[in-house]
């Protein structure tokens, strides 16, 4: 089964700061990974996916994120924050379904919170 | 229009009540999905819809029924829930021609409250 692993819960920084948001993912096949933003009682966005191709992906809102397949990793990165970026952060695997559609496993998250 | 739409945006209900909540995409996706969040949680997969099927069901317990009426329309029915489904339902859709392109677009989400 394919899973995908944030390591912080939570991720404080100043504003203009650089941040970087971990995730590591576990999977024996090809692999469709993706980030997902959520502010308070609101859904899901798509920040950014990786799919083939180019390693270095690059997404809304100034994020981008690298895939590294020898790490495991996909590790999200934004150069300058900014207090709206506040919000949790979503890291998921895809895995195409026999019967039709895809089953998104998503990481436990990480709150980045963003400070004055 | 690259938009799913949830109504109601909340839900108050009683154990012995039953509900219904509607998801809505205009985009031509053939798959339809319904997820469940509890707070401070990631979504979790309950049902996935590909062309009207039933293509997934993660061992949800009957008291949720879902309906696919149409390729733009998902349902899913509440009866007998207990308090502990009190939670974010998600509904989510993506094309499904072409599993290279699979992003799942999201709705905003119900928010249910079981009394």
């Known amino acids: 089964a394919q899973s995908v692993t944030q390591l912080d819960s939570q991720v404080p920084v100043f504003e203009e700061a650089p941040v970087e948001l971990r995730c590591n993912y576990s999977?024996?096949?090809?692999?469709?990974l993706f980030w997902y933003v959520q502010y308070p009682n609101q859904g899901l966005q798509l920040l950014l996916k990786?799919?083939?191709?180019?390693?270095l992906v690059k997404g809304i809102n100034g994020f981008e994120a690298e895939f590294n397949k020898s790490q495991t990793s996909f590790h999200l990165r934004k150069p300058s924050v900014h207090i709206s970026d506040t919000a949790e952060y979503f890291c998921?695997?895809?895995?195409?379904?026999?019967?039709?559609?895809?089953?998104?496993?998503f990481g436990t998250g990480t709150q980045l919170k963003v400070e004055l | 229009d690259t938009e799913v739409t949830q109504t109601p945006k909340h839900l108050v209900m009683g154990m012995t009540n039953k509900k219904s909540l509607k998801c809505e995409q205009h985009?031509?996706?053939?798959?339809m999905y319904w997820y469940k969040q509890k707070a401070k949680k990631p979504p979790e997969l309950m049902f996935v819809?590909?062309?009207?099927?039933?293509?997934i069901n993660e061992s949800v317990p009957s008291r949720f029924s879902p309906e696919c009426p149409n390729s733009s329309l998902l349902n899913l029915h509440l009866h007998a829930l207990q308090p502990e489904d009190s939670a974010l339902y998600l509904c989510?859709?993506?094309?499904?021609?072409?599993?290279?392109?699979?992003?799942?677009?999201f709705g905003p989400g119900t928010r249910l409250t079981v009394l």
């Open positions: 989510a859709s993506s094309q499904d021609w072409d599993r290279n392109y699979n992003e799942q677009f």
């Open positions: 999977s024996s096949v090809s692999v469709y």
């Open positions: 990786y799919l083939s191709g180019s390693t």
């Open positions: 998921a695997v895809s895995e195409v379904l026999t019967g039709g559609g895809n089953k998104l496993t």
């Open positions: 985009m031509g996706h053939r798959a």
């Open positions: 819809y590909s062309y009207e099927k039933l293509s």
